[in-house]
């Protein structure tokens, strides 16, 4: 049985940082691609960072290019996402997801089958 359990999430002032973690269970790890999604009060879902299974390259949305980064360890099963620079409109539960899919599929949350309870991040002063 797949788990995803994410944990970090709280109350940062914007301008901060926060890191949130989630941590897999119930089949290989390594072998899977992982993304982060939010959804914000009456919005829709929406893509935020994925890593594929390999590890190499790396993919954002645009609003959170350059003060996101999301990155894996593998031996800790646990894909994590430090978020710098953090904005009011950051504000939402963060989900973690994990797929196996062609790379360029990543921004869509229909190529993942397993995902995570969710965790809130609030970006307030």
């Known amino acids: 049985q797949v788990q995803l359990v994410e944990s970090g999430g709280g109350l940062v002032r914007p301008g901060g940082s926060l890191r949130v973690s989630c941590a897999a269970s119930?089949?290989?790890?390594?072998?899977?691609?992982m993304g982060w999604f939010r959804q914000a009060p009456g919005k829709e879902r929406e893509f935020v960072a994925a890593?594929?299974?390999?590890?190499?390259?790396?993919y954002y949305a645009d609003y959170v290019k350059g003060r996101f980064t999301i990155f894996r360890d593998n031996a800790k099963n646990t894909v994590y996402l430090q978020m710098n620079s953090l904005k009011s409109e950051d504000t939402a539960v963060y989900y973690c997801?994990?797929?196996?899919?062609?790379?360029?599929?990543?921004?869509?949350?229909?190529?993942?089958?397993?995902w995570g309870q969710g965790t809130q991040v609030t970006v307030s002063s």
């Open positions: 119930g089949r290989t790890f390594r072998d899977y691609s």
């Open positions: 997801a994990q797929g196996s899919y062609e790379d360029y599929r990543c921004y869509e949350a229909r190529w993942y089958d397993y």
């Open positions: 890593i594929p299974w390999s590890g190499g390259r790396t």
